[in-house]
C-alpha cells in the first residue's frame, strides 16, 4: 500500500527548532518532487516548500524562505522539513506529499500523508 507517514510534529516552545520526516512505503520517491503542506488552524492547506527529485531544485513560500529548509535522502526513501526559530504562526498540521513539478501545487501530488501536528504556543 503506498504510504507516506510523517513524523516529528508536537508541542514546541517559541524559539526553538523541530525536524519533520517524510517516509515512504511501498514506492520509491527517486523521481518524485516532495513537497510539504500545511493547514493553520481555520485556514486552507497551502503549500510551503517543495524540492526536486535530485534535490538541486528547492521552493519556498514567502512566509517560510527565512527559517525553513527542505531536504531529501533518497536512499532512505525520506524527505525531511526542519524549522527554525519556531513561532506561534508556525502551528499547524503539516503534510508531506508526492508529486510533480517545481512549485507545491495540491493538484500536482499524486500520494499524500496524514499529516503531523505542530503546536508553537503563544
Known amino acids: 500500500q503506498f504510504e507516506l507517514v510523517e513524523s516529528g510534529g508536537g508541542l514546541v516552545q517559541p524559539g526553538g527548532s523541530l525536524t519533520l520526516t517524510c517516509e515512504a512505503s511501498?514506492?520509491?520517491?527517486?523521481?518524485?518532487?516532495m513537497a510539504w503542506f500545511r493547514q493553520a488552524p481555520g485556514k486552507e492547506r497551502e503549500g510551503i516548500s517543495c524540492?526536486?527529485?535530485?534535490?538541486?531544485?528547492?521552493y519556498y513560500a514567502d512566509s517560510v524562505k527565512d527559517r525553513y529548509r527542505i531536504s531529501r535522502d533518497n536512499a532512505k526513501n525520506t524527505a525531511y522539513l526542519q524549522i527554525f526559530i519556531l513561532k506561534p504562526e508556525d502551528t499547524g498540521i503539516y503534510f508531506c506529499?508526492?508529486?510533480?513539478?517545481?512549485?507545491?501545487?495540491?493538484?500536482?501530488?499524486?500520494?499524500w500523508g496524514k499529516g503531523t501536528l505542530v503546536i508553537v504556543p503563544s
Open positions: 506529499a508526492a508529486g510533480t513539478g517545481a512549485r507545491p501545487h495540491a493538484d500536482a501530488m499524486q500520494y
Open positions: 511501498d514506492f520509491s520517491i527517486d523521481s518524485l518532487t
Open positions: 524540492i526536486s527529485s535530485g534535490g538541486g531544485v528547492k
